[in-house]
Protein backbone atom coordinates (compact mmCIF):
# COMPACT_ATOMS: atom_id res chain seq x y z
CA UNK A 1 0.00 0.00 0.00
CA UNK A 2 1.70 3.69 -1.01
CA UNK A 3 1.00 6.40 1.62
CA UNK A 4 2.43 8.58 4.32
CA UNK A 5 4.03 7.22 7.61
CA UNK A 6 4.65 9.53 10.89
CA UNK A 7 5.89 8.18 13.94
CA UNK A 8 5.73 8.63 17.26
CA UNK A 9 1.80 8.79 17.22
CA UNK A 10 2.34 10.12 20.73
CA UNK A 11 5.49 12.29 22.01
CA UNK A 12 6.41 13.77 25.12
CA UNK A 13 8.96 15.82 25.69
CA UNK A 14 10.30 17.71 28.53
CA UNK A 15 11.40 21.29 28.13
CA UNK A 16 14.83 22.26 26.64
CA UNK A 17 15.15 18.89 24.71
CA UNK A 18 15.77 18.91 21.14
CA UNK A 19 12.66 15.81 19.52
CA UNK A 20 12.66 14.19 15.78
CA UNK A 21 9.47 13.39 14.19
CA UNK A 22 9.74 11.13 11.53
CA UNK A 23 8.10 11.43 7.87
CA UNK A 24 8.21 8.57 5.13
CA UNK A 25 6.46 8.72 1.67
CA UNK A 26 6.62 5.33 -0.38
CA UNK A 27 3.99 7.85 -2.99
CA UNK A 28 7.35 8.41 -4.89
CA UNK A 29 6.55 12.04 -4.68
CA UNK A 30 8.85 14.77 -5.15
CA UNK A 31 7.65 17.31 -2.37
CA UNK A 32 7.33 17.37 0.99
CA UNK A 33 5.60 19.09 3.47
CA UNK A 34 5.41 19.68 7.56
CA UNK A 35 2.70 21.58 8.94
CA UNK A 36 1.98 22.69 12.26
CA UNK A 37 -2.19 22.03 13.54
CA UNK A 38 -2.93 24.06 17.08
CA UNK A 39 -6.89 24.52 18.13
CA UNK A 40 -8.89 26.67 16.72
CA UNK A 41 -6.50 27.61 13.85
CA UNK A 42 -5.84 26.31 10.31
CA UNK A 43 -3.14 23.89 9.25
CA UNK A 44 0.12 26.46 8.95
CA UNK A 45 3.40 25.37 6.82
CA UNK A 46 6.97 24.85 8.66
CA UNK A 47 9.24 23.88 5.82
CA UNK A 48 8.81 22.39 2.17
CA UNK A 49 11.33 20.23 0.31
CA UNK A 50 10.91 20.04 -3.39
CA UNK A 51 13.84 17.89 -4.45
CA UNK A 52 16.31 15.79 -2.37
CA UNK A 53 18.76 18.05 -0.77
CA UNK A 54 17.09 21.11 -0.90
CA UNK A 55 14.22 22.57 1.87
CA UNK A 56 12.78 26.05 2.31
CA UNK A 57 10.94 27.85 5.15
CA UNK A 58 7.79 28.31 5.45
CA UNK A 59 5.90 30.53 7.64
CA UNK A 60 6.36 29.50 10.92
CA UNK A 61 10.07 28.04 10.87
CA UNK A 62 11.69 29.76 13.66
CA UNK A 63 12.66 26.89 16.54
CA UNK A 64 12.30 23.86 13.69
CA UNK A 65 14.81 21.93 11.62
CA UNK A 66 14.72 19.69 8.30
CA UNK A 67 16.88 17.74 6.46
CA UNK A 68 15.76 16.07 3.14
CA UNK A 69 18.75 13.43 2.29
CA UNK A 70 16.40 10.63 0.53
CA UNK A 71 13.05 11.19 -1.42
CA UNK A 72 11.35 9.13 0.81
CA UNK A 73 12.07 10.69 4.16
CA UNK A 74 11.71 14.28 5.61
CA UNK A 75 12.61 14.18 9.23
CA UNK A 76 11.46 17.63 11.27
CA UNK A 77 13.60 18.77 14.56
CA UNK A 78 12.01 20.66 16.91
CA UNK A 79 14.61 22.28 19.01
CA UNK A 80 14.86 24.01 22.29
CA UNK A 81 14.18 27.32 20.94
CA UNK A 82 10.37 26.55 19.58
CA UNK A 83 8.76 28.22 21.92
CA UNK A 84 5.38 26.88 22.03
CA UNK A 85 5.92 22.95 20.56
CA UNK A 86 3.00 21.51 21.65
CA UNK A 87 0.62 20.98 18.60
CA UNK A 88 -0.21 18.35 16.36
CA UNK A 89 2.59 17.90 13.61
CA UNK A 90 1.32 17.07 9.96
CA UNK A 91 3.39 15.49 7.36
CA UNK A 92 2.38 15.65 3.24
CA UNK A 93 3.34 15.10 0.08
CA UNK A 94 2.63 15.85 -3.47
CA UNK A 95 4.16 14.58 -6.77
CA UNK A 96 5.31 18.00 -8.12
CA UNK A 97 4.92 21.45 -6.58
CA UNK A 98 6.11 23.40 -9.19
CA UNK A 99 5.52 21.59 -12.51
CA UNK A 100 3.23 19.29 -12.23
CA UNK A 101 -0.57 19.70 -12.63
CA UNK A 102 -1.65 17.30 -9.77
CA UNK A 103 -0.78 19.53 -6.64
CA UNK A 104 -3.04 17.91 -4.31
CA UNK A 105 -1.33 17.58 -0.85
CA UNK A 106 -1.48 14.02 1.08
CA UNK A 107 -1.27 13.64 4.43
CA UNK A 108 -0.03 11.49 6.77
CA UNK A 109 -1.63 10.32 10.24
CA UNK A 110 0.04 13.39 12.39
CA UNK A 111 2.02 13.35 15.56
CA UNK A 112 1.05 14.73 18.50
CA UNK A 113 4.16 16.16 20.11
CA UNK A 114 3.33 17.52 24.23
CA UNK A 115 5.69 19.36 26.22
CA UNK A 116 5.68 18.77 29.07
CA UNK B 1 -0.99 37.11 0.89
CA UNK B 2 -3.29 34.60 0.65
CA UNK B 3 -6.48 33.91 3.05
CA UNK B 4 -9.00 31.65 3.66
CA UNK B 5 -12.21 32.11 5.67
CA UNK B 6 -14.54 29.50 6.41
CA UNK B 7 -17.91 29.38 7.37
CA UNK B 8 -19.81 28.44 9.84
CA UNK B 9 -17.07 27.62 12.27
CA UNK B 10 -19.86 24.55 13.33
CA UNK B 11 -22.78 23.09 11.87
CA UNK B 12 -25.24 20.59 13.12
CA UNK B 13 -27.98 19.22 11.05
CA UNK B 14 -30.37 16.35 11.26
CA UNK B 15 -29.97 13.11 9.31
CA UNK B 16 -31.04 13.99 5.25
CA UNK B 17 -31.10 17.75 6.07
CA UNK B 18 -29.18 19.23 2.85
CA UNK B 19 -26.72 22.78 3.40
CA UNK B 20 -23.80 23.91 2.19
CA UNK B 21 -20.28 24.89 3.78
CA UNK B 22 -18.84 28.11 2.59
CA UNK B 23 -14.84 28.76 1.79
CA UNK B 24 -13.92 32.39 0.59
CA UNK B 25 -10.51 32.85 -0.33
CA UNK B 26 -8.11 35.77 -1.64
CA UNK B 27 -5.37 34.36 -3.59
CA UNK B 28 -2.87 35.71 -6.21
CA UNK B 29 -3.05 33.60 -9.24
CA UNK B 30 -5.10 30.88 -7.77
CA UNK B 31 -3.47 27.66 -8.71
CA UNK B 32 -5.74 25.35 -6.88
CA UNK B 33 -8.57 25.35 -4.32
CA UNK B 34 -8.93 22.13 -1.99
CA UNK B 35 -11.00 20.66 0.44
CA UNK B 36 -10.13 17.91 2.43
CA UNK B 37 -12.10 16.20 5.29
CA UNK B 38 -10.63 15.72 8.84
CA UNK B 39 -11.75 13.21 11.08
CA UNK B 40 -10.33 14.05 15.77
CA UNK B 41 -6.71 12.84 16.22
CA UNK B 42 -6.16 12.14 12.76
CA UNK B 43 -4.96 13.52 9.04
CA UNK B 44 -6.28 15.43 6.59
CA UNK B 45 -8.43 13.01 4.12
CA UNK B 46 -7.89 14.22 0.10
CA UNK B 47 -11.69 15.09 -0.91
CA UNK B 48 -11.56 17.46 -4.47
CA UNK B 49 -9.35 19.87 -6.30
CA UNK B 50 -11.09 22.96 -7.82
CA UNK B 51 -8.69 24.85 -10.32
CA UNK B 52 -11.16 27.41 -12.07
CA UNK B 53 -14.50 29.51 -11.47
CA UNK B 54 -17.51 27.60 -12.44
CA UNK B 55 -15.50 24.07 -11.94
CA UNK B 56 -17.50 21.12 -10.39
CA UNK B 57 -16.60 18.60 -8.45
CA UNK B 58 -19.22 15.35 -6.77
CA UNK B 59 -18.69 12.46 -4.40
CA UNK B 60 -21.20 10.53 -3.10
CA UNK B 61 -22.90 13.15 -1.25
CA UNK B 62 -20.47 15.80 -1.65
CA UNK B 63 -20.14 18.40 -4.60
CA UNK B 64 -17.87 20.96 -4.42
CA UNK B 65 -18.01 24.52 -6.85
CA UNK B 66 -16.10 27.48 -7.15
CA UNK B 67 -16.76 30.71 -8.44
CA UNK B 68 -13.61 33.70 -8.27
CA UNK B 69 -14.18 34.60 -4.90
CA UNK B 70 -15.44 31.41 -2.51
CA UNK B 71 -16.05 28.01 -3.28
CA UNK B 72 -18.75 25.73 -1.57
CA UNK B 73 -18.97 22.06 -0.45
CA UNK B 74 -22.68 21.33 -0.47
CA UNK B 75 -23.65 17.78 1.68
CA UNK B 76 -27.02 16.49 0.17
CA UNK B 77 -29.18 14.17 2.14
CA UNK B 78 -25.86 13.69 5.25
CA UNK B 79 -25.47 10.68 6.97
CA UNK B 80 -23.69 10.61 10.63
CA UNK B 81 -20.65 9.33 9.31
CA UNK B 82 -20.48 12.38 7.40
CA UNK B 83 -19.39 13.99 10.56
CA UNK B 84 -15.88 15.74 10.99
CA UNK B 85 -14.34 19.00 10.40
CA UNK B 86 -14.23 20.13 6.64
CA UNK B 87 -11.16 21.82 5.91
CA UNK B 88 -10.77 24.67 2.79
CA UNK B 89 -6.97 25.73 1.30
CA UNK B 90 -5.65 28.05 -1.46
CA UNK B 91 -2.25 27.38 -3.07
CA UNK B 92 -1.38 30.68 -4.80
CA UNK B 93 0.89 31.22 -7.51
CA UNK B 94 3.49 32.64 -5.42
CA UNK B 95 3.43 29.89 -3.19
CA UNK B 96 4.06 26.00 -2.74
CA UNK B 97 2.11 25.68 0.43
CA UNK B 98 -0.97 25.40 1.08
CA UNK B 99 -3.20 28.34 3.09
CA UNK B 100 -5.51 26.65 5.09
CA UNK B 101 -8.55 28.13 6.53
CA UNK B 102 -9.88 26.96 10.03
CA UNK B 103 -12.14 24.66 8.82
CA UNK B 104 -16.17 23.74 9.84
CA UNK B 105 -16.83 21.15 12.48
CA UNK B 106 -19.75 19.59 10.96
CA UNK B 107 -21.98 16.97 13.32
CA UNK B 108 -24.97 15.09 11.16
CA UNK B 109 -27.17 13.70 14.30
CA UNK B 110 -29.26 10.82 13.73
Known amino acids: DGGITQSPKYLFRKEGQNVTLSCEQN?????MYWYRQDPGQGLRLIYY???????QKGDIAEGYSVSREKKESFPLTVTSAQKNPTAFYLCASSIDSETGSYNEQFFGPGTRLTVL | EDQVTQSPEALRLQEGESSSLNCSYTVSGLRGLFWYRQDPGKGPEFLFTLYSAGEEKEKERLKATLTKKESFLHITAPKPEDSATYLCAVQGGGADGLTFGKGTHLIIQP
Open chain 1, 49 to 55: SQIVNDF
Open chain 1, 27 to 31: LNHDA
